[in-house]
């Protein structure tokens, strides 16, 4: 029952977030100084075409009313119009977000192995040369700026030793499969395309590993923080104590436990990696989420990046709740 | 814990170094094939043609083995570009979009690189007496994409569908007709009964949104959602042009192939491409797509920024060129209001200005020299004139124009630029801010994108304001016409922000607009600019140019007048 009154408040704090995000994006976009349709229809256009602009846009229409107007066509699962691809926006996620959904699991598999595997190896051989080595590719995959990074990764492995593609999701030629989940890999093994499917995984290769020494890096500080911790309770002395090994002792006894947090680090990440790696995505021409967005930002393309933060409001206060009522199930205190 | 330590913390630096001195190793000499594919391996050889015997081409060969991979090979064109933008002639703005939709589209006219006016759908066209009736001929023969043929019931369709669509921007169209505007004579003839006079017609047509696309194909597409298939013609095609759209994936390529049943073309206008394929291929990093063009996995890269032609000049196989533009750069002011009502201080601001330096350390050389406001290559050609270059670099006269100006202590005023609108503004604000300190005028510069930056603009008395002004249509009109002509558009709604308003000047413009004598209408913009210049409106400081790097292979390679790239003249060896 107590848990039930805490899923219900979290749920309806959800139902006063979303609209707050909303509202604020909303407002910032339109009271930047400024007129869409200045932009939308260059230096030259006629006043006929600027008002049909404006009324094709709603933009004729105090500021409230375009507000409410937008939340009932939200509400109706249309996210409004983009000038720059002449498309809907709606649209224009289906096209953009399986690109993103493919570079962020590709980063997420690609480093979430390594930085467990390092995490808990650094936290038992704590403050050898080991524990030095993987705090410093935290340190380095934390304070690395991707624009130089992924750059120097393109220069070095795709310019100077042409082992890999650095641009887009395919070689320019290469077929692109037919879409059942958007995802180049996915789609070209489903097909049997096996052609696509190396080309897809190759080009996947640099975004990824740049994305996933950024992304990784919290995951693994956060394994090596809660793994030491747990290294130092009462039941793993307990089981060193009655004659387990080594290796039961850590990886069974103390990962277990300690894993939990880094469960959550990694289900976050995730949701972080889903929200379009703009930088990242915009180096290595990557037409994601994050590509899309920062197009439309550059292009004062204001109803995608409305829309945009709205559904990454939606994604990260979703991820948030369901975190939160995982622990409350895991732990009763909550 | 005894392990010896390493020093660890030199571990990052190290392998840092090693990827730097690994990626330091000297520009990319001997392009090898690309590992990833077919097409890759093929565009990186014929990119080095000579070596292409000598290398061996592992993917390349294992599916089409060729040892001349010149002859019968399709030869495709690969285009790196920033964005992809739409392929909808109705709706779409902006020049990048405008270039995608030439390659398919075509209108009744079109324009050749010097600016004239061509037959293209229509052969021939006569007005009325008063400019208010127009007659069409139509070229015969011609079919659309689809394979349905083009004709009068096709122009009207389209023609009557412009006054239908929302969003749609450049042209007059919608101010001159209704739905009762086009009839159709014939099969072949097209007549146009418009509402008011509108001698320019035949010049407005080259606006995209007047490009013929499939009646049968709009309507096949046409949902109940989207009854003028609007989002379906944001990446699909059919229109009658010389290539024909094969893949449209935003932000990620657009692909075209030869049309081999396009009518040929007019001399001088579009023709039979050259090549087999174009691909735009969208890189949005500057960097990256340096990298790609000197692996020979690019042809051409669109727009370079002026950071890169040093190094890319000196690249090896690679080629540089600028063409000239109908562009100005230009600094602007409010002339109605203090402190630049004062003519002695905008004179001060523009002897202040050493424009070869500016053009230099800015623009790298990809600049020309500008009096005046009319650039080169309109239609009605103002030609250069000395006599509109009236204030040369010269700072002693700028602080003494300013020391018999109101304001002989100096003044200090807004500095606001558009990075977005031109590369090398971020440099020229900074040069435009030391030069104007010299002689002593204090201006605080400003970064602000350009829809803040116009509607500052619109305010008034917004000090200086580092502008640039396009041709959407390579005509005097789109110059002097807006420039000198402050009424044509409510201040709301207007980027010019000088707040000239000579009535008489403003009334000259008009008539220019309206008038069909060429010598009449250069005689009107020549006098406009005149006085401009004397009473110093604008300070233009360039003409801007159009910037390609290329493969040396690459011939043919013209940007128009008309701001579009010539890719059915482009040869690639």
Same mark, same amino acid.
């Given at each position: 029952m107590k848990r039930l009154t805490f899923v219900l408040r979290r749920l309806l704090l959800l139902a006063f977030v979303l609209p707050a995000v909303s509202l604020i994006t909303f407002t910032i976009s339109r009271v930047i100084p400024g007129d869409p349709v200045a932009l939308m229809a260059g230096p030259t256009a006629n006043p006929t075409t600027r008002a049909q602009l404006r009324e094709a846009w709603g933009l004729d229409q105090p500021l409230a009313v375009q507000y409410l107007i937008y939340m009932q066509r939200v509400a109706q699962g249309d996210l409004g119009q983009s000038f720059r691809s002449g498309r809907s926006v709606t649209t224009d996620f289906i096209t953009y977000i399986p690109a993103t959904v493919e570079l962020a699991t590709a980063a997420l598999l690609l480093g979430t192995p390594f930085a467990v595997l390092g995490g808990v190896t650094a936290a038992v051989r704590r403050d050898t040369a080991w524990d030095y080595l993987v705090r410093t590719v935290i340190g380095l995959g934390i304070s690395l700026p991707v624009f130089w990074f992924g750059v120097l990764l393109i220069i070095v492995f795709s310019a100077q030793l042409e082992w890999l593609p650095a641009l887009g999701r395919l070689t320019v030629d290469t077929p692109i499969p037919p879409t059942i989940t958007g995802l180049y890999t996915v789609d070209a093994l489903l097909t049997g395309n096996f052609n696509t499917l190396r080309d897809a995984l190759l080009h996947l290769v640099l975004p990824a590993f740049s994305l996933a020494i950024t992304v990784v890096a919290p995951i693994g500080r956060i394994t090596r923080t809660s793994m030491i911790s747990a290294l130092q309770q009462d039941y793993v002395r307990t089981a060193y104590a009655k004659g387990a090994p080594p290796r039961r002792a850590v990886y069974v006894h103390a990962l277990r436990n300690a894993l939990l947090p880094v469960i959550t680090s990694i289900g976050l990440a995730y949701g972080l990696l889903l929200g379009g790696a703009v930088v990242t995505e915009t180096v290595f021409s990557w037409p994601g989420l994050g590509f899309y967005v920062a197009n439309s930002i550059l292009s004062l393309d204001f109803q995608p990046v409305i829309s945009f933060t709205l559904l990454s409001a939606l994604v990260y206060v979703g991820i948030n709740t369901l975190v939160d009522i995982f622990y409350s199930v895991l732990d009763p205190r909550v | 814990m005894h392990t010896p330590r390493l020093r660890p913390q030199a571990l990052p630096g190290l392998l840092v170094c090693l990827m730097l001195i690994l990626a330091a190793c000297g520009p990319t000499t001997t392009p090898t094939p690309a590992p990833t594919s077919a097409l890759a391996t093929a565009a990186a050889t014929e990119a080095v043609n000579t070596e292409v015997a000598l290398t061996e081409a592992p993917a390349a060969t294992a599916e089409t083995p060729t040892e001349?991979?010149? &002859?019968?090979e399709p030869v495709t064109l690969i285009i790196a570009r920033t964005a992809s933008r739409t392929i909808n002639p109705v709706g779409e703005s902006n020049i990048e979009g405008a270039q995608n939709i030439d390659l398919v589209y075509e209108s009744l006219v079109q324009m050749d690189g010097e600016g004239n006016i061509l037959p293209s759908l229509a052969t021939a066209w006569e007005p009325s007496e008063d400019f208010q009736t127009w007659t069409f001929h139509l070229r015969e023969g011609v079919n659309f994409h689809d394979g349905t043929p083009f004709n009068a019931e096709a122009v009207k369709y389209n023609y009557e569908r412009l006054l239908r669509v929302p969003g749609q921007s450049g042209g007059a169209w919608t101010s001159y007709a209704d739905e009762n505007t086009v009839e159709v004579v014939d099969d072949y003839t097209v007549i146009f009964h418009l509402t008011a006079p509108f001698p320019t017609l035949p010049m407005d047509m080259l606006y995209i949104r007047y490009s013929i696309v499939s009646p049968t194909w709009l309507q096949a597409n046409a949902t109940t959602a989207d009854p003028e298939a609007m989002e379906f013609s944001a990446t699909n095609a059919s229109g009658t042009g010389p290539f024909r759209l094969v893949e449209f994936v935003p932000d990620q390529r657009t692909v075209f192939e030869r049309n081999p049943d396009y009518w040929g073309g007019e001399p001088g206008g579009? &023709?039979?491409?050259?090549?087999?394929q174009v691909i735009f291929q969208i890189i949005r990093d500057p960097e990256a797509a340096r990298v790609e063009l000197e692996a020979g996995r690019v042809d051409i890269v669109e727009?370079?920024?002026?950071?890169?032609f040093e190094g890319l000049r000196n690249t090896p196989g690679i080629a540089l060129i600028g063409f000239k533009v109908p562009r100005i750069a230009y600094l602007t002011m409010d002339v109605s209001q203090p402190p630049f009502d004062d003519v002695k201080l905008r004179q001060a601001v523009a002897h202040a200005i050493n424009y070869d330096e500016l053009m230099q350390a800015g623009e790298l050389g990809f600049a020309f020299p500008q009096c005046g406001m009319v650039p080169e290559g309109l239609t009605v050609i103002v030609p250069p004139d000395p006599s509109l270059c009236l204030y040369p670099y010269d700072p002693d006269m700028a602080r003494q124009l300013l020391s018999e100006s109101a304001y002989p202590n100096g003044v200090t005023i807004d500095l606001t630029y558009a990075?977005?609108?031109? &590369?090398g503004f971020e440099i020229e604000a900074q040069l435009l801010q030391s030069y104007l300190s010299e002689v002593g005028i204090t201006a605080n510069v400003q970064a602000l994108d350009v829809v803040a930056q116009v509607a500052k603009m619109a305010e008034g008395a917004y000090g200086l304001s580092l502008f640039v002004w396009n041709a959407g249509i390579p005509d005097a009109d789109d110059f002097p016409g807006w420039l000198y002509d402050q009424?044509?558009?409510p201040t709301n709604e207007s980027w010019v922000g000088s707040f000239w308003n000579d009535e008489a000047v403003m009334q000259a413009m008009r008539d220019a607009r309206g008038s069909t004598d060429p010598a009449e209408r250069q005689a009107l913009y020549e006098a406009a600019n005149l006085q401009a210049m004397q009473e110093a409106i604008y300070i233009p400081l360039f003409q801007g140019s159009k910037v390609f790097a290329y493969q040396d292979n690459i011939e043919g390679l013209n940007y128009t007048v008309f701001r579009r790239l010539n890719i059915w003249d482009i040869v690639k060896n």
């Open positions: - | 001349d991979p010149g &002859a019968g579009k &023709a039979t491409p050259q090549v087999d727009g370079p920024p002026p950071l890169q990075p977005d609108r031109n &590369a009424g044509r558009l």
